[in-house]
């Protein structure tokens, strides 16, 4: 697939890639992981900006990916965001920014961590900054120039299997099958750029004095799903009336907060995927994905209060997209049929998801 002298019309005719091209693929991947070198931690932060772009921008059918080095360096900034905060590591120690490299510090670092502290670390704010352009530009040519070149380079030589390269200096096209297989194999990707980067981050000499013993780097640098949610329910609670998203009850102060489509499925804070449950209701969910009437009130929601939803919570220093999460719901709900999962209804009920579900979007 994608091989030079390929012509135009093989490319868009394409079906999927096969399960031959699939498993070439993540041997490529592993390739990256076990023989790429890594002096610093920009090639994580690429392989999960595009790994997430996959979901939020692009679709199964197969086809290439056109992606602007804005909206790529717009996904980068916000995967550093958390590690603007200086580092808190034993008592003992002074809490300090994270070195990303080896040598001085990392050039996207200084203008995104002045935003960082100018907003207080919220993010929403972050992006109507005065700033904020003119340090996403810097990230691009910083992605460009780094890691887009040396990301691709296995045993030594260039093998672009995920992007063309040398490309455009406005985009990163991703190459027919990449976002498949990128959508397909997300959790994995995932987890192998988050470790590899806590990985490198813990074993930087730099950072040595930083961490000392205490260390719950991952927490720290990619978040958990209890970030502190109390306050998004004072918001929720009169929009669903005070009532449970699921079963309709009336809710008490107990009440929490869901990520409606799961934390371990897709772990990104993103406004509108929050719902107000009961704690009975929600543990019994747990990872599963919700069932068709429970879809069908969230995309309504989603329809009729998104943009209420969004200003509140934007507010709060969530990330507001509502088409993001749109497509993350719809990337979950594609991957469930495909894996032929059971989703949850109520209480101790769940059924075979049903294939309706992707045509509600
Ligand atoms: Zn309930």
Redesign the pocket.
Known sequence: MGHPGESQLLVTTMSLPSAEEQISFLQQIQRLFSEGEFSATYKFALILALAELAIERGDDSGEALELSMATVAEKFAELYWRQMAPYQGDQAAAAELLHQNQGKRAAITAPLQKIYAACGGQLALAKTHQDWPSCLKNIARTVRDMPMQHLQVLGGVQQPFLYDYPSSPRSIRLKPGVVFNLRRYQGLVQQLAKSGWVTHVRNNRLNHPIIGKHDDLEVFMFGAERSPLREVAKILAPLQGNR?F??Q?RISEQAEVDHFIAWSRYPRDLAHNFVL??R??NNDKRELLAGLPHLEKWLRRLELHGNEIGEHLSELGFVVDSNASRQVAYWAYEQGLNSQSQSWLAKGITEPLHHRCISLF
Request: with cysteine; proline share 0%; net charge negative.
């Open positions: 449970c699921y079963c009850e449950a009961h009975g209701c």
